[in-house]
């Protein structure tokens, strides 16, 4: 069902964990829905350099290939160049999820967003392109057919 | 080939290799077909009526009340819709529950577009049906009942006699998809008033793609599958032989295995049900604690999500299944935990293993030492358990 890098990805997850006094740390998803994703970033006040970059996440397997595979893509990138990291860039980054897992991979680029939002809000800059986060990214599924 | 650890028979059973060899000579040697005039298809009409005299001899019923399927779903869709069609003058009403198989719920809402109104019975937090509400439920145009023997979830197994007595009792017309519970459980047919009964033969060692419903004697049901006169022209179609004759064989065997595998898989269900509610924290049993399908666990571990523990499980070698919505290819989660009360949350970090006839011991302290492991793994990765253990230390500090 996955690919061999999602699954890599699943296997052996790039920064797992949590950061103390995180410069910024963003949570999105619902359980309901069943993914939940928490990005911590450590970032140079300075440069605006994303030093590291850690996650936790409650989801299927596609959630914490995505989830690492964001943390491994936003690491060492200033906050301009991390917003240019797409939820398309992950999954291609990922050589693609299947069709039903796409949702997961919008997770990933809302929790960097949500993130870099409060470490905004913390600071009173203003992020170029970055809106508030959404609470809740769960999308619904048209009615099935009988 | 690496080693499997096969834990999920709710979904399909290895073919015993006697199946095999008794289906093997109806492809090569007796491929007549049944319908045919002539003596080269005798051995293939014999076959199949030492099937149906098996079924019946199972089940309490008679010869001629077996109509052979492709299967389970096939089964119910011709129950229900079978039914609602010849008593639709009487009435309108369908009474089921909300944790039936797909094949009984998509197909109870295919009905009410039709004009039929369907009540969804709920259930207690064990997954069983309240007789009570059942008897509420009844109204002067029901004109059938269907509740599954036992649920393909939660292994819970459903009052089906009190059930078949309030549907005699009213003359409602009474069925049971009983796909997790024919050559499980012992049935009578008479003795728990059942009308109408649907079976799958892969569900119990047999080969996929037959199975049969039962119909009581007497019931004016169409044919739903129009054609030739095959079973006595209520399903046409020519009859899957070997098919038929494997679903005989494993019902054979597994009435002659019955009792004594009942008893193996509970002992090795019980000893796996009782290591992981000692053995790991923060997880619920779901299902009725012993009024359950005899290889059936089904547990609800919290802080993760199903489809993770799956694909871990699976990479340890061990096959299992999840109601998490991520395993349905939908955002909600199985129709059955929510219905037995689970929170979302909970309903996603659900893991079913269900037992086999050649589970061992040593399978399932394995499968224990691996769930260990991969749910403290995975509750390390958690936000959800991270969330969890803070607030815990909060209070204990406070």
Known sequence: ?146 | MKKVIYLDNAATTRVRPEVVEAMLPYFTEHYGNPSSVYDFSTPCKKAMAHTREVIAGSLGASENEIYFTNGGTEADNWALKAAAEAYASKGKHIITTQIEHHAVLHTGQYLEKLGYEVTYLPVDENGVVSVDALKKAVRPDTILISVMFANNEIGTIEPIREIGEVAKEHGILFHTDAVQAYCHEPINVDELHIDMLSASAHKFNGPKGVGFLYIRKGLKLRSFIHGGAQERKRRAGTENVPGIVGLGKAVELSLASMKENKKKETELRDHLIHRVMTEIPYVRLNGHPSQRLSNNANFSFQFIEGESLLIMLDMAGICGSSGSACTSGSLDPSHVLLAIGLPHEIAHGSLRLTLGEETTMEDIDYTVDQLKRIVERLRSMSPLYEDFVKSREKKENQ
């Open chain 1, 1 to 146: 069902m996955y690919s061999d890098k999602v699954m890599d990805h699943f296997e052996h997850p790039r920064n797992v964990g949590e950061i103390e006094n995180a410069s910024g740390v963003g949570t999105v998803g619902n359980a309901k829905c069943g993914d939940i994703m928490r990005i911590y970033l450590d970032i140079d006040d300075a440069t605006h350099m994303i030093r590291d970059c850690k996650f936790k996440t409650f989801g299927c397997g596609a959630a914490v290939a995505t989830s690492s595979m964001a943390t491994e893509m936003v690491k060492g990138k200033t906050i301009e160049e991390a917003m240019q990291v797409t939820n398309k860039a992950v999954m291609e980054a990922l050589d693609g999820l299947p069709p039903v897992k796409v949702h997961c991979s919008l997770l990933a680029e809302e929790a960097i967003h949500a993130a870099l939002w409060d470490y905004a809000e913390k600071h009173g800059i203003k992020i170029q392109g970055l809106e508030k986060p959404k609470s809740d990214i769960s999308e619904h599924d048209g009615d099935e057919e009988y």
